[in-house]
């Protein structure tokens, strides 16, 4: 069995259609302070590298939230879409925007030093603190 698939969905509104050609099954959950403002709660992720497209990107609008990542929603119904990294495209997409998330695996919970303590995890999941995540996925120097 493949840790690999293809993937695809779209936005609330139906108007943004996502196609990724390796959708990672393996997801993450992020804690970091940016993610849970975005979203109200942890953000959990696929890892669909660089290969990703969309149908009628004109309707995405991209919000640089920091030097080193970019977060695209629709601007019709405001969809989460994706968080990527400025230097090598690499997209993080939220699973529940895939039609088929029947076979993703919660493995990884990055920026487990900023979680707030009202909530937690059952699953048994990798651990990543800041410093760690960051060593992993280097941001930019200026």
Same mark, same amino acid.
């Given at each position: 069995?493949?840790?690999?698939? =293809? @993937?695809?969905? $779209? &936005?609330?509104?139906? %108007?943004?259609? *996502?196609?990724? $050609?390796?959708?990672? %099954?393996? *997801? $993450?959950?992020?804690? &970091? ?5 975005? @979203? ?8 669909? @590298? ?7 990107? =004109?309707?995405?609008?991209?919000? $640089?939230?920091? /030097? ?5 929603? &629709?601007?019709? &119904? ?8 400025? #230097?090598?495209?690499? +997209? ?7 039609? /088929? !998330? %029947?076979?993703?695996?919660? #493995? ?6 900023? %979680?707030?303590? +009202? +909530? ?5 999941? =990798? ?12 941001? !930019?120097?200026?």
């Amino acid at each position: 069995m493949s840790d690999q698939h =293809e @993937g695809k969905g $779209s &936005c609330l509104c139906g %108007k943004i259609r *996502i196609f990724a $050609s390796t959708v990672n %099954k393996s *997801i $993450s959950g992020c804690h &970091c302070q940016m993610c849970r403002k975005w @979203g109200g709660d942890p953000f959990l992720v696929a890892d669909c @590298g660089n290969d990703v497209s969309f149908e009628n990107q =004109e309707n995405i609008n991209i919000f $640089s939230s920091s /030097q080193w990542l970019e977060r695209g929603f &629709c601007n019709q &119904c405001g969809t989460h879409l994706f968080c990527r990294l400025t #230097e090598n495209k690499q +997209y993080f997409i939220p699973v529940g925007i895939f039609e /088929q !998330p %029947k076979d993703f695996i919660f #493995e990884r919970q990055i920026f487990i030093d900023e %979680k707030p303590t +009202y +909530y937690c995890f059952a699953n048994e999941t =990798e651990n990543m603190t800041e410093a760690e995540f960051v060593a992993k996925f280097p941001r !930019p120097t200026a």
